[in-house]
Nanobody
Framework: VQLQASGGGLVQAGGSLRVSCRVS????????LGWFRQAPGKEREFVGN???????VYADSVRGRFTVSRDNAENTVYLQMNNLKPEDTAVYYC?????????????????WGQGTQVTVSS
């Protein structure tokens, strides 16, 4: 199973960015997907997830600003980030696991992408 993240970059505070993650090597519709992020000197933290029936869960810090969605035809999961803040600066990672349950902890996931940098300037 391979996860390829893309779409990071530099954006000003208040702006928007969408990152994508393409999954290959397994049945995408039966895969739960999560997004995590890691800022320098901090632990990797949960951002949001989507399960096999498109139910989503978000961290308190991003709820109302970020949206996780999936396109089963494209084997891709998206993270739409709006009203970005400097504290959102981090490397963003997509993760996948077998089955429909989508957890909020790093150990809930078996497969990880390589990460994409998101930098929000003030």
């Amino acid at each position: 199973v391979q996860l390829q993240a893309s779409g990071g970059g530099l954006v000003q505070a208040g702006g928007s960015l969408r990152v994508s993650c393409r999954v290959s090597g397994r049945t995408f519709s039966n895969t739960a997907l999560g997004w995590f992020r890691q800022a320098p000197g901090k632990e990797r933290e949960f951002v949001g997830n989507i399960n096999g029936i498109d139910r989503t869960v978000y961290a308190d810090s991003v709820r109302g600003r970020f949206t996780v969605s999936r396109d089963n035809a494209e084997n891709t999961v998206y993270l739409q980030m709006n009203n970005l803040k400097p504290e959102d600066t981090a490397v963003y990672y997509c993760a996948a696991r077998s089955g429909s349950y989508a957890g909020t902890r790093t150990y809930d996931y078996n497969y990880w992408g390589q990460g994409t940098q998101v930098t929000v300037s003030s």
